[in-house]
């Protein structure tokens, strides 16, 4: 598919000359606190890389196709590794009334602000928490995207190839593995395509969505056998809708999904998810001049409780049958809008833990901005942000674009 796009967008239909920009940038993190790491972990400066970023954009056949790519050239000094990225390259086609676009894309489908539920494509977790660009949280799918416009509704369909999410590993991280890191793993990745499909329109002047997706969880399940750690992606449906619009000088936001289980639709297999049903409300508003607040409220309800209670492996953490999450963002402009002071905080109302992200934000001039930020976990070790409560990190990031 790559290949694909590469040949719609470098082919004799791309009459124009792209335009080329890009950047430059510089980010480092710092663990807060002395720890004893691992030998295989970078412990003082787990994030320490310098990213060179080349975009294209260009068009052609008189304005219905277009075509971009960015490609990031990467040295990460941390774990002593460069490499290229491709970070997106597709070409799209307009017409009348619909649009395809073809290559390694970012989608994105929610209306939550960092919790996700009816958007089951990929993400890179450990560029998340360690305090990179938001941009870098969503890793770009291989896929065919079709969208249809009409006077109903508009429909989204996405054809992606399978691709796994980058989660914490013992390189950057210090955590608790549930199996001994001395023993093998074998790891099978699917090998047949996912489809995604959204369905929106306005009723009034509010944006309502229906989802479906024939999908996997995108992070791997795990188990013991024969001396090896074992695992595959085990397959998921969800099936969900959401709806947003003004309310209070604000902006409310509701979403809901289920996940459908399918390798697991009894929740019997500890090492694979139960089903569940994942909620969300949201609301924001501008509480002052250059000043916005925003609260959320997030929920999991699992499936097949006793079930899950009843095979849960010995030494293993036993979660609640109801994971409650709130969160939090301030933001706060000053020095006519260069300085940008944000808090984006999740706490984990039943695992009594939580997550805060301080940050500031200073535009030094158009192309130039720099932002000093923490990621602290704190709360109980056993909750989803307590279990990383050794990677406190003070992190430090300059850009130049050009």
Not at 248 to 272: C, K, Q
Not at 306 to 332: C, H, I, K, M, N
Request: with cysteine.
């Amino acid at each position: 598919m790559l290949v694909f796009a590469a040949g719609l967008v470098w082919g004799p239909a791309a009459a124009q000359t792209p335009e080329i920009h890009g950047f430059l940038r510089a980010h480092a993190a710092a663990r807060l606190g002395g720890m004893d790491c691992a030998p295989v972990t970078a412990c003082d400066l787990p994030f320490n890389e310098q990213r060179l970023q080349l975009k294209l954009e260009g068009n052609g056949l008189e304005g219905s196709l277009e075509f971009a790519a960015k490609l990031d050239l990467l040295h990460d000094a941390a774990l002593n590794d460069s490499n290229p990225d491709v970070r997106e390259l597709y070409a799209d086609y307009h017409a009348e009334h619909y649009t395809l676009r073809a290559g390694r894309q970012v989608v994105t489908w929610s209306v939550g602000d960092l919790l996700f539920i009816n958007d089951t494509f990929p993400k890179d977790w450990v560029a998340f928490f360690s305090g990179l660009p938001l941009e870098y949280l969503k890793l770009g799918s291989d896929a065919l995207k079709l969208n249809l416009f009409s006077e109903a509704a508009d429909v989204e369909v996405v054809l992606a190839r399978f691709r796994e999410d980058q989660l914490p590993d013992d390189r950057q991280f210090v955590m608790e593995n549930p199996f001994p890191p001395s023993l093998p793993r074998s790891i099978d990745e699917p090998g047949d395509p996912e489809i995604s499909l959204r369905i929106s329109r306005y009723l009034g002047s509010w944006d309502g969505a229906l989802y479906l997706s024939r999908t996997h969880y995108h992070a791997p399940a795990l188990a013991l056998g024969g001396g090896v750690v074992r695992g595959d992606f085990p397959r998921l449906n969800t099936y969900g809708a959401s709806l947003s619009g003004p309310l209070w000088s604000g902006v409310l936001s509701l979403e809901t999904g289920y996940y459908d289980s399918r390798d697991d639709p009894d929740g019997t297999d500890s090492s694979i998810e139960n089903s569940q049903i994942r909620f969300l409300v949201g609301y924001s508003r501008q509480v002052a001049e250059d000043t916005t607040l925003g609260v959320q409220g997030y929920g999991e309800w699992m499936h097949d409780y006793d079930a899950y209670e009843r095979t849960l492996p010995a030494g293993f953490p036993q979660r609640d049958r109801l994971r409650a999450v709130a969160t939090l963002r301030f933001t706060q402009l000053f020095l006519h809008q260069t300085l940008k002071f944000n808090v984006f905080a999740f706490w984990g109302l039943s695992e009594d833990d939580g997550y805060i992200i301080p940050s500031a934000h200073y535009a030094f001039s158009d192309a130039l901005w720099g932002e000093l930020g923490a990621n602290l976990f704190v709360g109980d070790r056993n909750g989803q942000f307590g279990s990383l409560g050794d990677n406190d990190n003070l992190y430090l990031t300059l850009r130049y674009a050009f």
